[in-house]
């Protein structure tokens, strides 16, 4: 009966359902069956290492506009987008999906950071092919190109990114196709960014389904497995009829989203800690900051100074997918019905 001593009597069974009906899948790490408890062990190897993790810590989403070779407003350098992996990768964070994070169940190594890339406006930098001989390559110096040089040299940081996409994806009309397949088949994300890029709360409820089932309707038409369930919504504006942003439909085409992603500006806890912020997510430019000035003050350069300067409020895994690992007096902090099935807090 492990794992289970944290759960009310309905979801223990419902976690040993679960158990029992994926324990043949489990290859390491999710202890199925016998009477050890496996995570706990793995848990005090964790301490023991000095690791302490805390998975009711913060996650933040990163933002990406422009990658090009001048940094300015809305635009990432090439140097700084390079600089950017490097940085996250020394300090402990991973690339997860957005999916995957919104999911509660997070796997990363242990010891380190889930951190979402997400990628707005689809722009050439973003994504660019070139020809190369007869051939064509990704450019080694747009973002993806720059993602899978880094991922060859270090597996472990991750390959993956959420894309909100604009009509005319990446402003190569040629290679629309071929680029949302490589992202599909890769396990890249797509979120609906809407048709014209309007501020949301400005227009009326007709316009508002109307911006946001215009690209539903064209990734049908690119590519139909590419799953349309995330909104990334203009200059972060929130329509006057918020309900319209999650469900509605226009001219035949109806839409359902998860989750409305803003501009700014800050971390946020996991899905099942009590203060998440639900279905509206904030999240944190890429940019520089400066101490001296305050420039940048809402930035990633600020957060991820913020996290090293106060590593206890920051989101730092065991290792194990299935188990919220914190210290024990979080432990109230835990909303249990939105953990994921077969996920329990263990605490210490
Ligand atoms: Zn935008």
Not at 21 to 46: H, K, M, W
Not at 123 to 139: A, M, P, S
Not at 175 to 185: F, N, S, T
Request: hydrophobic fraction near 30%.
């Amino acid at each position: 009966m492990k794992r289970t001593h944290f759960l009310r009597p309905a979801a223990a069974l419902m976690a040993l359902l679960v158990l029992s009906l994926s324990a043949p899948l489990c290859i390491s790490g999710c202890g199925g069956g016998g009477e050890s408890t496996p995570s706990r062990t793995d848990l005090e190897n964790t301490l023991k290492k000095g690791i302490k993790p805390n998975e009711l810590g913060m996650v933040m989403v990163l933002e990406y506009h422009r990658i090009e070779e001048k940094e300015g407003d809305y635009t990432r350098s090439i140097e700084n987008f390079k600089r950017d992996l490097e940085t996250l990768y020394e300090k402990g964070y991973r690339l997860v999906k957005f999916r995957d994070l919104m999911s509660g169940r997070i796997d990363v190594p242990e010891g380190t950071t889930p951190v979402v890339f997400s990628f707005d406006d689809s722009t050439e930098g973003q994504f660019r092919y070139l020809k190369e001989g007869g051939k064509v390559v990704i450019d080694p110096d747009c973002a993806v190109g720059m993602m899978n040089a880094f991922y060859q040299k270090h597996k472990d940081f991750g390959y993956t990114g959420l894309f909100n996409f604009l009509p005319g994806l990446f402003d190569q009309p040629k290679y629309v196709e071929k680029k949302v397949d490589y992202l599909q088949e890769n396990g890249f994300e797509f979120g609906n960014h809407t048709t014209n890029h309007p501020a949301l709360g400005r227009v009326t409820d007709d316009v508002v389904k109307e911006e946001i089932a215009g690209p539903v309707e064209e990734m049908k038409n690119i590519n139909p497995k590419v799953k349309m369930d995330i909104l990334c919504l203009p200059h972060g504006s929130e329509p006057k009829s918020r309900q319209l942003m999650f469900e509605g439909s226009y001219d035949g085409t109806s839409y359902l989203n998860k989750w409305a992603l803003l501009v700014g500006s800050n971390p946020f806890y996991p899905v099942y800690h009590y203060k998440n912020s639900g279905k509206v997510i904030p999240r944190i430019q890429v940019m520089d900051y400066d101490p001296e000035d305050g420039s940048g003050a809402s930035g990633s350069g600020y957060w991820l100074r913020y996290f090293d300067k106060h590593p206890e409020l920051r989101y730092l895994s065991d290792g194990n997918p299935e188990t919220v690992c914190a210290p024990e007096y979080m432990e109230p902090r835990v909303l249990e019905k939105r953990l994921p099935n077969g996920v329990s807090f263990m605490g210490y």
